[in-house]
């Protein structure tokens, strides 16, 4: 089974009214890759494995459909990890299942690989439904990316930023994945945010689709729309900011740019819907992490840590003005 082109992973969990539209949307690929589809059976509470088989009996199509199970519900994470780790493709695809795809989806992502041999992560559009223009900030729409690029410096600038943040719609080399470990923790929420900053050193080169080849559902109840789990969500933030933030690698300006923008979420609240008082205690335990780091610049450790002085001495003007002086001596 070397010779298939895309593994197309789909987690499925509780999605009873919508994992037969998601399967559809697969099978209706029209494209000359060869392609596998596997369901990674989550043990859910409801019908949708059944639902999924139901699709799969009559099923003639090219598609190499496979279910894979778990012995107990493990989550989204590990759920993926799964269809890495038994996938065949040359690259993997993750596909949440309440959403779909347009029949041209991986024939257009693909044809990325032909033209540009080697290419690491391929990143598609996407759009919302039934309303659309959520989330339109993370499309390409009004991104001015070239269909490729191998600038490093290039990709730093703009992956921790403005790619966006999902791991759905990004057909990424498997072999990638592989080499460099990058796969999902288990046991969080907010796995796509870790997974974009565990990958930050090692791509390469990257591509982008900028048609349609993604219809993100929004619906209730999904994590992303449910307010009833915030204290995981920023317990999920904080660990992940933890580990990252106690990497050992050269800290270049993004990463910096970017530690210093998650500090000012954990210190003031913002982005994350909740009052600053809500995350103080993670917010100094990560100063610790960042003081502790010997990889990081003494100059920047000791930057970090005036962020973490008590209010009235920590002026958020003059932290501004120190790390602008920090990255332009370092440019």
């Not at 107990?72 to 309440?98: C, M, P, Q, W």
């Not at 410096?153 to 990638?176: A, H, Q, T």
């Not at 870790?194 to 559902?217: E, G, S």
């Not at 970090?304 to 003007?317: C, V």
Request: glycine share 4%; charged share 20%; aromatic share 12%.
């Amino acid at each position: 089974m070397s010779n298939i082109d895309v593994s197309i992973i789909i987690p499925v969990y509780n999605v009873e009214p919508y994992i037969a539209e998601c399967i559809n949307s697969v099978m209706n690929q029209q494209t000359s890759c060869i392609i596998e589809c596997l369901l990674i059976d989550d043990k859910g509470a409801d019908g949708s494995m059944m639902v999924a088989k139901d699709c799969l009996s009559s099923y003639t199509g090219s598609v190499r459909f496979r279910i894979v199970e778990h012995a107990e519900n493990r989550g989204l994470s590990a759920a993926r990890n799964t269809g890495i780790r038994t996938a065949h493709g040359k690259y993997v695809y993750f596909l949440d299942s309440d959403d779909v795809i347009p029949s041209d989806c991986i024939e257009k992502l693909y044809h990325r690989t032909i033209q540009y041999p080697g290419t690491e992560i391929i990143i598609g559009n996407f759009q919302t439904f039934p309303v659309a223009g959520v989330h339109d900030y993370l499309t390409l729409t009004h991104k001015d990316y070239p269909e490729y690029s191998d600038d490093i410096g290039w990709i730093r600038s703009i992956w921790m930023e403005d790619v966006p943040v999902i791991s759905c719609n990004k057909l990424i080399s498997r072999d990638f994945i592989i080499k460099y470990g990058l796969y999902f923790r288990e046991g969080i929420y907010h796995e796509d945010n870790h997974w974009q900053a565990l990958a930050y050193p090692f791509v390469t080169n990257i591509a982008f689709v900028k048609d349609l080849t993604y219809m993100y559902r929004i619906r209730p109840g999904s994590i992303t729309q449910s307010t009833d789990n915030l204290q995981r969500r920023i317990d999920s933030l904080a660990v992940i900011c933890k580990e990252l933030f106690s990497r050992k690698f050269e800290w270049d300006i993004p990463w910096v740019k970017w530690v210093s923008n998650r500090l000012g979420d954990f210190r003031y609240g913002r982005e994350l819907d909740c009052a600053s008082t809500f995350t103080s205690t993670r917010y100094h335990y990560l100063i610790k992490c960042l003081w502790k780091n010997e990889a990081i610049p003494l100059s920047l450790r000791c930057i970090y840590r005036y962020h973490g002085m008590p209010t009235p001495l920590m002026n958020i003007h003059v932290y501004s003005v120190m790390l602008k002086i920090f990255i332009r001596f370092q440019k």
